[in-house]
């Protein structure tokens, strides 16, 4: 039986491994497939590729967009995209350069609050186009601003704390456009994690392909849950352990094993929808 991680980060969004790293580790796991899903970029996919074809793992090329539905965040993986497609490519511009400006105000409003944080410290710690606040809550430590990431997400980061500054958006039918115009698969990340089941109907009639049924945070029962709505509506059904590293404790590589099956299914999705139209010839 061979087995695939369908949710990985790197230190290319807000993991600790770098791309060679994190194929070690699947390549330790026995993984015959793996997934790069970094947050709103697709930054480290290239090295990644690399690092699985030496080590005899089949890569697929992911991003986990950062969407919103009725008010509800909501993540939306893409597979199979083309890295180099143009719109996503535009897009992703965009979120990482609001992902920027949004660094700059977490530095600001903790520079109100009379903690001596520079943007540049964080950028510097970072090196990836798509920062978040894990990598302020790092700076922050670093300078000795804060003695753990917790302290610095309970003091300052966290939703209604001082230098919290809520998140760039699209909507989740824009996101699903967007997969599919990079060639890519759609599907909606973690939903035992948002818990808004109410809003998978308009996204299937937007074109949602699949459901991601198993995942860390899910339960049996809340992974059998998502089975019977991707089997209600028709989704493919994925899975992966959305290991960010080692930042919060444990690597959580190895604790989602996919069977291979599904990456066949997804695939033929991705075949089916990026096949040329043919014209029937006219007599
Ligand atoms: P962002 O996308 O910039 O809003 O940051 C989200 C990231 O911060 C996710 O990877 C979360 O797991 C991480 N995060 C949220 N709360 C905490 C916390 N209390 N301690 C450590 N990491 C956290
Ligand atoms: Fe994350
Ligand atoms: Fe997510
Ligand atoms: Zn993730």
New binding site residues.
Partial sequence: MSYADLHL?TQF??GTYSPEELVRQAERHGFSAMALTD?DTVEGCARCATACSEAKIEFIPGTEL?AEQDGNELHILGYFIDTQSRELLVEVARFQNV?QN?IREMVDRLNQHHVPLEADAVFELAKCRS???????RALVQAGLCSS??E???RF??KNRPAWVP?FKISASDAINLVHKAGGVAVLAHPGLNRCDEVIPGMVEAGLDGIECFHTKHSNATSEHYLNIANRFRLLITGGSDC?GT??GRPLIGSVKLPYQHIEKLRARAQQRNRPVTVPATS
């Fill in positions: 980060h969004s807000d947050h950062t992902r949004r920062p978040g606040r894990p990598h302020v809550a990431l917790d610095a997400f309970e980061l966290k998140k960010h930042s919060k």
